[in-house]
């Protein structure tokens, strides 16, 4: 019976870890914070490739702390929804981190 006991506990400590493990799994969206993204050589190349000159703009001090989806509504239309939804898809196509 101890050693049931002594499983049962081993295993209920277990779960934290490894629901720790699998949270720590990182995949970006339109919601993730553009500081987030430029900081992962892998997404910031995404960036540079889909949406050409945003990492390097003289105000991303300004909006780094924007999603994508709050840049596209601050834009005034610059950053379409067909762009949004393109790098999207490539930053989700990224391997888990």
């Known amino acids: 019976m101890l ?3 002594a ?3 081993l295993l209920l400590l277990a779960l934290p870890a490894q629901a720790q493990e ?3 799994v990182t995949t970006y969206s339109r919601n993730t914070p553009v500081e987030k993204l430029a900081a992962d050589p892998a997404a910031a190349a995404v960036l540079n490739k889909d ?3 945003l990492l390097s703009d003289p105000q991303f001090a300004i909006f780094k702390s924007m999603s994508l989806k709050q ?4 834009s005034g239309g610059d950053l379409s929804a067909v762009d949004l939804d393109k790098t999207e898809a490539d930053l989700q196509a990224l391997p888990p981190r």
């Open 3 to 5: 050693l049931n006991r």
């Open 7 to 9: 499983w049962v506990l």
């Open 51 to 53: 949406l050409p000159g």
């Open 71 to 74: 840049l596209q509504a601050a």
């Open 22 to 24: 699998t949270a720590a």
